[in-house]
Every structure is written in structure tokens, then in C-alpha cells.
């Protein structure tokens, strides 16, 4: 039988408390449903240090529980040391693009926009 290999995906916003821990829990229970948790590493992340530390909004957090999504999260900065090692970035708007491209951080068509 085949080894199966690990994906991963990085979510990225500016603050790391609304867009990107949102679409880090909804993708994390879409991956659950499917029954491939096991072979995804799925995380999120910011460009900015504003929210370090802290919870994702509470408008998020609200409407993940309408929607029984579960999120447990703290906002952190993208790990650019190892951003490479992601198999997909996906950054919620343009300009985080522009942001890891002038960080150094750019892998390429490995980053996309939402």
C-alpha cells in the first residue's frame, strides 16, 4: 500500500482573529467530514503582530457555533522560516500577497488569494 502523503494549507489574514481562522475551522471540518484529517496540516496565521495572542473575534466565534464549526484558535504571525513548507498559502485579501512577497516569503504559485 501506498504512504500517503501530508497536505498542507496556511490560511493568512492581517490580524489572524476574523478571515483566516474562519476559513482555517471550516476547512479543518470539511477535511473531518471527509475523514482525511490525517493526512492535512491545516493552520492560520497573520501578517501583522496587532492581535498576538488573542481569541478570534467574537463575531466569528458566533457564527462558527450557529453553523456547529468548532474553533479553538489564537492568533499568531505566519512562521516565515517554514512558510515554504506549506503546500498552499492562501492569503484573504491582495495585499497580504504584496506582504509575504516583500518579506522574502514568497514560494511562488504556491500562494493564492481568496
Not at 496565521?45 to 479553538?72: F, V, W
Request: aromatic content about 8%; charged content about 15%; overall charge positive.
Amino acid at each position: 500500500m501506498a504512504e500517503q502523503v501530508t497536505k498542507s494549507v496556511l490560511f493568512v489574514c492581517l490580524g489572524n482573529i476574523c478571515r483566516s481562522p474562519i476559513a482555517e475551522a471550516v476547512f479543518r471540518k470539511l477535511v473531518t467530514d471527509q475523514n482525511i484529517s490525517d493526512i492535512w496540516r491545516i493552520d492560520s496565521a497573520a501578517t501583522s503582530t496587532y492581535e498576538l495572542g488573542n481569541p478570534p473575534d467574537y463575531r466569528g466565534q458566533t457564527c462558527m457555533k450557529r453553523h456547529g464549526i468548532p474553533m479553538n484558535h489564537v492568533a499568531r504571525q505566519v512562521p516565515y522560516l517554514t512558510l515554504k513548507v506549506h503546500l498552499c498559502v492562501l492569503c484573504c485579501s491582495g495585499s497580504l500577497t504584496v506582504a509575504l512577497f516583500l518579506t522574502g516569503t514568497w514560494a511562488g504559485r504556491q500562494i493564492q488569494e481568496l
